[in-house]
Every structure is written in structure tokens, then in C-alpha cells.
């Protein structure tokens, strides 16, 4: 299984940016996928995850209304769609993978860096 984020970047405060990620390696029936990020110096955090097979999402409180997962289980595509970004909000973002029959995220990719500049 492997994952790879794409579409970080430099972004002014208030606006928007969609990260990508491409899902291979299986089918992915049952799997949840998610969005995590780490800021320099402080320990990773958890954005959002998305339930392959439904769709359902889930979004912690702190980032409700600003982020969004979703998934394209035919083009294999997780996004992260960020809107009225903070620079609080720059990172290295990754997605990652929690396979069937798992509670834990066991497959990640590489990171991709947000930067929001005030």
C-alpha cells in the first residue's frame, strides 16, 4: 500500500488549498483514511478521516467548518480541502491509512508542506 500527498505550498492568510493524496496498492473496502499534520517543534496532530467504503467523515471540533476530507474511490484520491487558513495552520501534512479490521493508522505517506504567511 502506498500513499503520496501532493499540492502543499505558500499561501496568505484567509485563503485556500486542496492537498491530494494517491491511494495504490489494494482495494480498500472498509479502510479509513485520514489527513494528519505536525507543525515544527510540536507532536502530530489529527485533521480528519474518511471512511472508504460510505463516505462518512469526521473532522475534530477544532477544525470543523475550515477543513473537509473527502475521497473518489474510483480515481483512488483522497483531498483535504483547507479554506481561511491560519498561519497556525502551517505544517507538513500527511495522509495516512488504517486498514480493515485495524484501529490504528498503519500506512502513511510522505508529507506535503503548508506554509500560511500573515
Known amino acids: 500500500v502506498q500513499l503520496q500527498a501532493s499540492g502543499g505550498g505558500l499561501v496568505q492568510s484567509g485563503g485556500s488549498l486542496r492537498l491530494s493524496c494517491v491511494v495504490s496498492g489494494g482495494t480498500f473496502s472498509g479502510w479509513h483514511m485520514g489527513w494528519f499534520r505536525q507543525a515544527p517543534g510540536k507532536e502530530r496532530e489529527f485533521v480528519a478521516r474518511v471512511n472508504w467504503s460510505t463516505g462518512t467523515t469526521y473532522h475534530p471540533d477544532s477544525l470543523k467548518g475550515r477543513f473537509t476530507i473527502s475521497r473518489d474511490s474510483a480515481k483512488q484520491m483522497v483531498y483535504l480541502q483547507m479554506n481561511m487558513l491560519k498561519p497556525e495552520d502551517t505544517a507538513v501534512y500527511y495522509c495516512?491509512?488504517?486498514?480493515?479490521?485495524?484501529?490504528?493508522?498503519?500506512?502513511w505517506g510522505r508529507g506535503t508542506l503548508v506554509t500560511v504567511s500573515s
Open positions: 495516512a491509512a488504517v486498514p480493515y479490521g485495524f484501529s490504528e493508522f498503519e500506512y
